[in-house]
């Protein structure tokens, strides 16, 4: 039976999409089937994405980074697959929301509460695999600042039972500007090919690694 991937991302700019095509060369070259699916600003992706992520065989989650962190559209979607319910719900505890869905936040169903419906998870062999990919400016610390976005990610798919096998990052365009004083320098052409490149090999590595592992 053909194995299913599905990768989603959210991008401003074009540069996480770049690398999320890739990998879908890449998986699919591989013989994998493979979705993808570009989480945007609006209810229908966050709150109805069209496919069911545990139904697949392994899952790559990508965003771009705002103030170190993945864009808030790629989070909240996969929230509403960890908690089974419209992530507006467990935002109203900490008094936030999101703000571009104007359709009215729903009760908590009786029988969820995510104030206490948590349970040890354990992740193993047998879990379906995960990676994440980020792609940053990085113009004060470089890649350090993609770590926070790579770990929160990972966690948040952790949450819905994918081990995260592996991250992947590059530099990405920000700016129409050299800016010879920061971290990178000039990154106007990034992701470029020699990143996607590096791209590739990362997902052929860690189909390699799980392959073995199976």
């Known amino acids: 039976m053909c194995k299913k991937?599905?990768?989603?991302?959210?991008?401003?700019?074009?540069?996480?999409?770049?690398?999320?095509?890739?990998?879908?060369?890449t998986f699919e070259r591989?013989?994998?089937?493979?979705?993808?699916?570009?989480?945007r600003k609006n209810a229908e992706d966050i709150l109805?994405?069209?496919?069911?992520?545990?139904?697949y065989d392994f899952v790559c989650a990508g965003s771009g980074l705002r103030a170190h962190l993945p864009y808030n559209e790629i989070l909240?979607?996969?929230r509403g697959f960890r908690t089974g319910m419209d992530?507006?719900?467990?935002?109203?505890?900490?008094?936030?929301?999101?703000?571009?869905?104007?359709?009215p936040v729903p009760e908590i169903p009786p029988h969820k509460d995510p104030r206490i419906d948590h349970r040890k998870i354990i992740l193993g062999p047998d879990s379906p695999k995960a990676v994440v990919f980020i792609t940053y400016a990085g113009y004060e610390f470089g890649p350090r600042e993609a770590e926070p976005a790579i770990q929160l990610l990972s966690?948040?798919?952790?949450?819905?039972?994918?081990?995260?096998?592996?991250?992947?990052?590059?530099?990405?365009?920000?700016?129409n500007d050299p800016m010879p004083q920061t971290f990178h320098g000039d990154i106007r052409d990034?992701?470029?090919?020699r990143d996607l490149r590096t791209?590739?090999?990362?997902?052929?590595?860690?189909?390699e690694e799980t392959a073995d592992q199976a």
């Not at 591989?30 to 989480?39: M, R």
């Not at 109805?48 to 139904?55: E, Y």
């Not at 109203?92 to 359709?103: G, K, M, V």
């Not at 966690?155 to 700016?175: A, D, N, R, S, T």
């Open 87 to 103: 992530p507006r719900i467990a935002l109203r505890f900490r008094d936030e929301t999101i703000p571009y869905i104007a359709e």
């Open 190 to 193: 990034r992701p470029n090919e």
């Open 155 to 175: 966690l948040e798919l952790e949450h819905i039972g994918f081990q995260c096998v592996g991250h992947f990052c590059c530099p990405g365009k920000y700016v």
């Open 30 to 39: 591989k013989g994998w089937q493979c979705d993808i699916f570009k989480v």
């Open 76 to 78: 909240n979607m996969l």
């Open 5 to 25: 991937c599905l990768i989603t991302y959210s991008s401003i700019t074009g540069n996480t999409e770049k690398v999320a095509l890739r990998f879908k060369e």
């Open 48 to 55: 109805r994405p069209p496919f069911d992520i545990p139904s």
């Open 199 to 207: 791209a590739q090999m990362f997902i052929e590595e860690k189909l």
